[in-house]
């Protein structure tokens, strides 16, 4: 991720993300709904997203949806069929948990790519936690070889 095109600012290459924040809540209720909005005045806000906090019983049952490989709709044909049906199963079921485990994007440095996973994702992970592993696409080799997705230089 540090090579290639990651190096290289523009709409087909780096694209500064801005601001990051990160907010811990604590002491959450549990079985609350919680509403929340991210921005600020300059930038705009968003919409307003909301999720559920688990209860507090640790009797109740936990369903996670795990998948890899996604990447963006519709440059990866799989990627909308994928979104949609985590979509549905979200929406039909008390989903705990999102797990993303590995080649999330397959944007490669290019953040115009990354700015389109990040909202075809929105609708669901705007609304449970979501937790992303690396995969070979994430990993930042520091030497290079033929399947190396980073480019970097050299052999390996
Ligand atoms: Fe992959």
Redesign the pocket.
């Known amino acids: 991720m540090c090579g290639g095109k990651a190096n290289i600012t523009g709409t087909q290459a780096f694209i500064s993300p801005g601001y990051m924040n990160t907010i811990l809540l604590n002491n959450l209720y549990p079985s609350t709904i919680y509403f929340y909005q991210v921005g600020n005045n300059e930038h705009n806000w968003s919409s307003i997203y909301k999720f559920i906090n688990r209860s507090s019983s640790t009797d109740d049952e936990v369903n996670l949806i795990a998948y890899?490989?996604m990447g963006v709709s519709p440059i990866q044909s799989g990627a909308k069929a994928t979104i949609d049906r985590v979509l549905a199963r979200f929406l039909s079921n008390n989903v705990t948990a999102i797990l993303h485990i590995?080649?999330v994007s397959?944007a490669r440095g290019i953040g115009t790519l990354w700015d389109a996973f990040m909202s075809q994702n929105e609708p669901t992970t705007s609304r449970a936690s979501y937790m992303v592993g690396i995969?070979?696409?994430e990993y930042d080799h520091v030497t290079g070889g033929n399947k190396d997705p980073s480019q970097a230089p050299g052999d390996g």
């Open positions: 890899a490989d590995g080649d397959y995969g070979n696409h």
